[in-house]
């Protein structure tokens, strides 16, 4: 079993940065491999990066590369991502989830076994 729980969340305008953290619980956290997703009012939730369980591979949808990073540090049982040059459209509550698959660019949801609350961001333009 693992319990994660996002933070960083926030407001903040166009063009600036911040930066999630996913701290997990449970000794196995380097078992799993990792993502972050979002969800914008009234729309589905989707996928938005992935980190494998060592943290050598990774994977980002293309509405974020080259904006956004994921990485993750397994001494501290926790995953970030770092969100530069956002953007209003990357508006939406951000998920941090855990899939047994080893694929870091496993992008459906019900592969995801273990979600965290969410974080709200927030980008006004």
């Known amino acids: 079993q693992v319990q994660l729980v996002e933070s960083g969340g926030g407001s903040v305008q166009a063009g600036g940065s911040l930066r999630l953290s996913c701290a997990a619980s449970g000794r196995t956290f380097s078992s799993y491999s990792m993502a972050w997703f979002r969800q914008a009012p009234g729309k589905e939730r989707e996928f938005v990066a992935g980190i494998s369980w060592s943290g050598g591979r990774t994977y980002h949808a293309d509405s974020v590369k080259g904006r956004f990073t994921i990485s993750r540090d397994n001494a501290k049982n926790t995953v970030y991502l770092q969100m530069n040059s956002l953007k209003p459209e990357d508006t939406a509550d951000y998920y941090c989830?855990?899939?047994?698959?080893?694929?870091?660019?496993?992008?459906?949801?019900?592969?995801?076994?273990?979600w965290g609350q969410g974080t709200q961001v927030t980008v006004s333009s």
């Open positions: 989830a855990a899939t047994f698959r080893a694929d870091p660019s496993t992008v459906q949801i019900n592969s995801y076994v273990f």
